[in-house]
């Protein structure tokens, strides 16, 4: 019934093929009302602003809105990605006007409750992970990374020390890779094992008096805990190298581990996957990035402090980074994450981890119950918030390709995995149901998936039919870059979109 519903409320997304705002507009360009302060050589005499009136924006809007897929429209297992619900009440509160017409150069003595915020979030951020000073300037997982890639190439420096490579292993997440060549070290990848945690004889021969540090993503990309990491950090160290774990993932985890067991110098945590900011499309997010005590010298400029009086932001810390961006972050999504971890405190969190897990194993065994999807590594093992299955199987008997499969999923009504990720399994399907799901949504997404593996093949390969838009030409998208209104108006043939109906 459930699936029934879903498909009838998409079947009739393809009649509203909304045109852009541009498109709408009329054909005389806006006169540019006078605007007496501005001199003459400086202002504009057209401006290319559409000419509609506010309803016809406000339905514009609401017509885009409705041929989009959201978290609050249904399932959205985007593996790695962590699209759950977010409480609306985060939201209330971050635009609150307090809080929205803050100025980040008001004196400080105007701002100490966001002063106040800010460090109390960075306390309730050492009591989850165990680290002892955190950072809110990066803006996204990846930033944190960079920023603690930074950090490890100046700790190096500083001792004199010439070490410009960092171990990353093939199950790590693909930005792990970028942010240290980025920071300007030499990868070295290493494999897992068929368990689908690190090959620590492979890291044995990978440790030289080269190596900078070791990047590692827990759980990892495959959903399964690295269970030897304080033996593996025990290596690294010995060797004189840093430990960065990648934590942008941590809704399985929260409430139940100490990084600092695990021997972690250096951690970010995505405030905008685990604690509650909708995110995707580019932000917006906060990579909190976290240290141990000998590294809180080398954090990018200010950090918050108290003095027992007063919250104040120190500038002066002798070995910073500098900074990476700027002020102190993404604001709003500090308030979010503060209230999410306030609201639900130390036990619902524990929920939050216990149900994420619970929801991904239940989950990942109906999942891998149905024919031609099967787990390529760790069969047996206990997921954490995420499974991989690998439709390589139904590509070789029946030709359905993992990217089929999650086109056709969005047929019914569900958003589709991530796919082909992560590329040590071929054919790969990455599932995150989160703790936000129900056991009747998920039975229902199942349901999904072996109704589709089971259909004709040549249904799947042209899904999705019942979308706006048909399947892209992801190569040509990739090859013929169209990112603008502008840039499509520019060529001869509007074709971007090859099956656009
Ligand atoms: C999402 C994610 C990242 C990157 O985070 P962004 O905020 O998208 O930059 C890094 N590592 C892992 C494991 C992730 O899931």
Redesign the pocket.
């Known amino acids: 019934m459930r699936i029934e519903y879903r498909q009838s409320r998409w079947r009739n997304a393809r009649e509203f093929l909304e045109p852009l705002i541009f498109e709408l507009r009329d054909e005389e360009p806006t006169e540019i009302p006078p605007l007496g302060e501005i001199p003459g050589e400086v202002r504009r005499k057209h401006i290319s602003i559409p000419n509609l009136s506010e309803p016809e924006v406000v339905r514009h809007y609401v017509r885009l809105s409705k041929m989009n897929y959201g978290i609050d429209d249904g399932p959205y297992w985007l593996g790695?990605?962590t699209m759950k619900y977010n409480p609306k009440i985060c939201e209330a509160v971050a635009s609150w006007d307090e809080v929205k017409w803050m100025h980040p150069d008001q004196p400080i003595d105007t701002v100490q409750g966001c002063l106040k915020l800010m460090y109390e979030l960075s306390s309730l951020l050492r009591m989850i992970t165990d680290l002892d000073r955190f950072s809110f300037q990066p803006m996204?997982?990846?930033?944190g990374?960079y920023t603690g890639c930074l950090i490890i190439r100046k700790y190096h420096e500083d001792r004199g020390e010439e070490r410009d490579e960092i171990i990353i292993p093939d199950s790590a997440?693909g930005?792990?890779f970028a942010s240290a060549a980025m920071a300007g070290f030499k990868v070295i990848r290493i494999p897992a094992y068929k368990d689908g945690t690190i090959d620590i004889d492979a890291l044995e021969s990978a440790i030289s008096n080269k190596t900078a540090g070791m990047m590692v993503?827990n759980p990892n990309?495959l959903g399964i805990y690295e269970d030897k990491l304080d033996v593996i950090s025990d290596m690294i160290h010995e060797a004189g190298g840093l430990m960065y774990y990648?934590g942008?993932?941590f809704n399985a985890l929260i409430g139940r581990v100490s990084l600092k067991k695990m021997g972690i110098d250096i951690a970010h945590l995505?405030l905008?996957?685990t604690f509650a900011t909708p995110?995707g499309a580019g932000g917006p997010?906060a990579?909190a990035i976290g240290v141990v005590e000998k590294l809180y010298e080398y954090l990018p400029i200010p950090v918050v402090e108290y003095d027992g009086k007063k919250y104040y932001l120190r500038y002066d810390l002798p070995r910073t980074v500098g900074k990476v961006s700027g002020y102190y972050g993404n604001f709003s999504v500090l308030v979010k994450a503060y209230l999410y971890l306030l609201m639900l405190g130390w036990e619902g969190l524990k929920t939050v981890s216990g149900i994420s897990v619970l929801n991904s194993n239940y989950a990942y065994v109906k999942a891998s119950q149905i024919e031609g999807l099967e787990p390529i590594y760790g069969e047996n093992k206990i997921r954490k918030h995420e499974f991989v299955l690998s439709s390589a199987k139904l590509f070789k008997e029946k030709g359905i390709r993992a990217r089929d499969i999650a086109k056709r999923l969005m047929d019914y009504g569900y958003h589709p995995p991530t796919v082909y990720f992560p590329p040590i399994v071929k054919e790969a399907l990455m599932f995150e149901p989160t703790e936000t799901e129900n056991k009747r949504e998920i039975d229902g997404y199942i349901e999904a998936l072996k109704r589709i593996v089971n259909e004709d093949p040549e249904i799947l390969k042209n899904a999705p039919y019942n979308t706006a838009i048909g399947r892209l030409d992801e190569a040509r998208a990739v090859k013929d870059m169209i990112l603008s209104w502008k840039m499509m108006k520019r060529r001869s043939s509007p074709g971007r979109i090859r099956n656009r109906r």
Not at 140 to 143: D, E, F, P, S
């Open positions: 790695s990605c996204a997982g990846a930033h990374e997440h930005t792990n993503t990309t990648d942008a993932n995505n905008h996957k995110h997010g990579g």
